[in-house]
């Protein structure tokens, strides 16, 4: 059986970014798998038509690999697959990548300490950390909804597009208003010859103010890197600004309501569709989405929004509650993404048999500082519970974990620990004090549904304060906080 030190689960900006810190401490026993053909993770995934990023690029990046020739203030997806794509194969990893290979089940040895995990190809890895960059949005969320398996016509989810159908003059309903599918319809607008919009909840959308970056200021980005680093280092700090409006008092989103309801208003003139569009939960309860082309895509001649509840598809059309029955060619269901049940938590089974599914089957999913769970030694989540945002970027939080697991795998290497895992203790007070803090947050309390929240309403996505508190909290490794197995023991155990 074939063993590496290190066991990375996905190829996305997690999975890449472990890898390239891997290397750069000359931990270069490590293999990294990844499902799809290569690296990107959901920017690979999610291509549908408009895919854009709407956190602004120079932070949207990592620290270590700035880009000065972003073209646009906020980029498109395929800009930055093919900054992932560049910064994988310049750090001369790739070696250490299998692609179109995935992990099926994944257990703890609790005699020779490390993971078995068995993959896609039939093959099994052992290894001693496994290390999960799997992604928060990667497993498509179908809707249930009656009949929609006899669809005849092409169905397909936001992350899964079938660019093979022609969409020019089609028909085409697109079910679901978050983010995907807010870039997803003006795109179609344009193209299809008609599209239904099925809006169960209005998102709230304030403009996008994006803009393409000169020549001059990609010279300069480029020759004064210290104005580059400026440059992100001011975007952060904006980003930072929402935070209280989030966490502490939501009255201080004030500025970015008049800015959306100016939106609704500039974009759309028909008053009931403008009323129809208007959400009635606080703003940032759900994401805040940001778009100049929405609101004048749904007031365009070719667009219906339909708010009646879907009651079935039939095979050539969708009806709603209200008995109406619209015919169409394409379905396109923008439904979201499992979030707060990650199906990958079926497949990873700790000491004593039980799995991470198990284990979070009462509490929600938790972890200590994001990344860690008592009862599963040497696993690390990138991107793990209540470790998502929604103001600032995953690329800094995701740095943020790789810094604490590099320093957790320095630590045991120079303490010679075989295994180390959080103490339960530990991990439910840290959860206590975190849930405590979600109490008042807009997210909690804004009167909406989201995919933040659980089936029990505990929001166990995303990180309730600042980015920089996380940062600094998970500046270094705390042995302290964790039961150990020294080496020897290990050997013991095997001897
Ligand atoms: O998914 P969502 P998404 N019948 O869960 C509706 C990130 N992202 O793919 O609000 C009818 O937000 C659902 O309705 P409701 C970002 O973090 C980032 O759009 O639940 N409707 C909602 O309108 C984002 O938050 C970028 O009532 C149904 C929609 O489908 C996350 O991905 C770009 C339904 C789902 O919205 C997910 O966004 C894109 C049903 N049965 C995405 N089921 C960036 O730019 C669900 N809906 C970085």
Redesign the pocket.
Request: aromatic share 8%; charged share 15%; with cysteine.
């Given at each position: 059986m074939n063993h590496v030190d290190h066991l990375v689960i996905g190829a996305g900006f997690a999975g890449v970014c472990a890898a390239i810190k891997l290397s750069e401490d000359g931990e270069d026993n490590f293999l990294v798998i990844e499902k799809d053909s290569g690296v990107g993770g959901t920017w690979r995934a999610?291509d549908y038509p408009g895919?854009?990023?709407?956190?602004p690029s120079h932070l949207y990046s990592f620290s270590f690999a700035p880009n000065p020739d972003w073209s646009m203030a906020f980029s498109q997806q395929p800009e930055i697959q093919a900054y992932i794509e560049r910064v994988a194969a310049e750090a001369d990893i790739l070696d250490r990548f299998r692609f179109g290979v995935a992990a099926q089940h994944a257990h703890w040895d609790e005699e020779a300490l490390h993971w078995v995990v068995d993959l896609s190809d039939g093959t099994t890895v052992t290894a001693t950390t496994l290390i999960s960059g799997s992604g928060g949005?990667s497993e498509p969320?179908l809707?249930?909804?009656d009949g929609i398996d006899t669809f005849a016509g092409e169905v397909f989810h936001?992350?899964r597009w079938n660019h093979d159908v022609d969409l020019g003059g089609k028909r085409v309903a697109v079910?679901?208003?978050?983010?995907?599918?807010i870039?997803i319809i003006p795109e179609l607008q344009k193209v299809a010859g008609h599209v239904d919009v099925?809006?169960?909840?209005a998102?709230w959308v304030i403009p996008r103010n994006d803009r393409r970056y000169t020549g001059l200021e990609k010279f300069v980005f480029r020759h004064v890197p210290l104005l580059q680093r400026l440059s992100r280092t001011a975007i952060y700090w904006g980003r930072e600004l929402y935070v209280p409006a989030f966490t502490r008092n939501p009255k201080l989103a004030w500025p970015a309501l008049q800015l959306a309801k100016a939106n609704i208003a500039r974009g759309i003139k028909d008053p009931a569709l403008r009323a129809k569009v208007t959400p009635d939960f606080a703003i940032g309860c759900?994401?805040i989405l940001i778009s100049n082309t929405y609101y004048p895509a749904l007031g365009s001649a070719n667009v219906e929004v339909v708010t009646d509840p879907?009651a079935k598809v039939t095979g050539d059309a969708v009806v709603t509650a209200d008995g109406v029955e619209r015919p169409i060619d394409v379905l396109v269901v923008?439904?979201?993404?499992h979030t707060t049940e990650q199906p990958i938590a079926e497949h990873i089974v700790g000491r004593g048999g039980a799995t991470l599914a198990d284990t979070w089957r009462t509490s929600g999913q938790c972890a200590y500082k994001g990344t860690t769970v008592a009862g599963f030694p040497n696993l690390f989540q990138i991107v793990g519970p209540n470790t998502?945002l929604g103001h600032s970027s995953m690329v800094f939080m995701i740095e943020s974990q790789v810094a604490y697991v590099r320093d957790a795998i320095r630590t045991m290497r120079r303490r010679g620990y075989a295994a180390i895992e959080p103490h339960r203790d530990v991990q439910v007070a840290w959860n206590e004090d975190l849930q405590e803090k979600m109490g008042p947050t807009v997210w909690n309390t804004g009167g909406c549904?989201?995919?933040y929240l659980d089936e029990h309403g505990r929001n166990t996505t995303l990180w309730p304060g600042a980015t920089f508190t996380f940062r600094r909290l998970l500046s270094r490794f705390d042995p302290e906080n964790y039961a150990v197995v020294p080496a020897h023991e290990k050997e013991e155990a095997i001897a």
């Open positions: 999610n895919a854009a990023c709407d956190v949005l969320k809707p249930d909804i936001s992350a079910i679901g208003t978050g983010a995907s599918a870039q099925y809006q169960r909840t998102p759900k994401r879907i923008a439904t979201g993404f998502g549904a989201s995919w």
